[in-house]
């Protein structure tokens, strides 16, 4: 990673600095020992007098890092720039757009058979574009983008991978001697493809594998549940074991699975990984095959990979793919943002998890609201709210199956939906902002624009935008269409919208679907300054137990049938919820030693039987 030192104008006054960043410069100082005949070096910091500014030369600057720490007011400080490897060919190169290169991609994942394959890394780094390459869909042009996918022989993609186990891949491709089961991130094209088809005839009908895998399908993905529904009756979880059950029918040779988890909850999740595992070593007469799956949700990640491939690089130019690492180990990796084997550091800022305020004692807190015994009906599903107190400043998470209320329940506290008659609930008392589960792009403002509306806040000064806007990215998308965003640019724009309202209630369903694991961390970081700065509460509903964690300071857990009945246990102190919570989805999990994320415990393991015995499914230490 090349360092540079920047300055921030805003910071420097040159006034009442003494410019201690020239005087201290290792060559000023190397200057003024020399005698008045001697060739002086070039100074690498100066005043530039057009500007009255300080100028930083990067080619004769020593990066020793004595003007960063010399500057009174901090103005100048060092950016790590990954720099794009120079001794590596683009396996693949989109064509250029305006002013800028298009984006070259670096190296292909390893397929190993009977392993699942663990994709991890930020969005716009190349992740589907490397499984549209393995699963046929498009032909790698190894930097030739002139060259369209169908001008593009397999004869001279072969000849360019070196890796084996790849070039094999594409010799069977090549001869349609290998079958490739693609479940694709974006799930739109299903309702066009089966229209007016119920679930359960698509699956019967296009079903290749034996009855006692089909049987597990259902039963790990809970079929059952949506079997007489067509797909527009689907909710986008329904929508997504859907999509999950048609590729895993398929009789393959490989699977590619992008992002299943986005809508599920924390235990079809689990269901998910587990039936994964066993397509992945052969279940029944279905034999071992490799299986990719690019997945946000670090602790379900770990859980159902043998193997993880980190992409670094920067996002929207370049994307490079590491060598295969143990599951431990590559998240640690991206984590740190550091490659120990390959001693590269692709981040400088490192992401270490620790506990929300789990130990607070609530028994003195000062409270923000109370609710009665609720309810709520609908013409076949019944949610029942039992009595809670929400205090002052905390962030209280929602937790539990989908289809057992917690959406309605988030909209009954934001006022969008009324209790049934008779319910002890007369609204809350203050200022609201709420973020719900779908969101939409039926708008054709623009995302300034947007903002401003439903926030009702014209707020974009540089505070705002540094602890809000910039570590989203959302700064740079202020000039574009709301109806020209992605699911995750539409998604981080409608959670700025909720918390930039100044609010005394932030209540936000579902605020990682469509992000990556480095947004998740940041979203997590912000509720918790946004409330703390507005003295305000917040309640989440969140399906990623790691996010969860790290967030949260009490629970609500919901339980019942999905789709018929719910109720509510809670709120509960974090160690009670967590493990409540925990033992109704029949896991545990522990903290890694290095970066305190949560690990989720294989089945019957000697620290799953250890925690179990202890009563402490929840890994609070």
Known sequence: ????????????????????????????????????NQKKQEIPIWVQKSTNQIKINDESCLKCGVCANVCPPKAIYVKGILEEPTELFPTHKYPNQEDADGFRLYNLPTLISGKVSGLCGPNGIGKTTVLNIISGELKPNFGNF?????????????????????????????????????????????????????????????NEVSSLFFNKIQEYLDISAIANRILDQCSGGELQRFAIASVLIKEADIYIIDEPCTFLDVQKRIKLAQLLRERVQGFGN??????????????????????????YGVPHQFGIISRPLTTKKGINSYLTGFLKAENIEFREKEYVFKRSTSGRTWSKAKIFARYGNISKTFESFHLSVNPGTIYASEILGVVGENGCGKSTFAKILAGEIKPDPGSDFEGIQASVSYKPQYITQESSQTVRDFIIERSHNYNFSEEILRILYRPLGVDKLFDLRVSALSGGELQRVFICSCLAKHADLYILDEPSAYLDVEERIHIGQIIRTITRRNNAVAICIEHDIQIADALIDRVLLFTGKPGIHGKTIGPLNKREGMNLFLKEIDVTFRRDTKTGRARLNKKNSQLDRAQRASGQLWGAH
């Not at 084996?164 to 594409?170: A, C, I, L, V, Y």
């Not at 490799?290 to 980190?310: F, K, R």
């Open 1 to 36: 990673m090349k360092k540079v030192y920047l300055v921030d104008y805003d910071s420097c006054n040159l006034r009442f600095c003494g410019r201690q960043c020239i005087k201290r410069c290792p060559v000023t100082l190397s200057n003024a020992r020399l005698k008045p």
């Open 146 to 206: 002139k060259l369209k996918s169908n001008q593009i022989r397999w004869k001279d993609v072969i000849k360019k991978v070196k890796e084996s186990e790849m070039r094999n891949h594409f010799v069977s491709l090549s001869q349609n001697d290998r079958k490739v089961a693609y479940k694709q991130q974006v799930l739109r094209v299903l309702f066009e493809k089966y229209k007016e088809k119920q679930v359960i005839d698509i699956l019967n009908a296009e």
């Open 286 to 311: 279905e034999k071992p095959c490799p299986i990719l799956v690019v997945e946000h949700d670090l602790a379900i990640l770990d859980y159902l990979s043998d193997v993880v491939q980190l992409f």
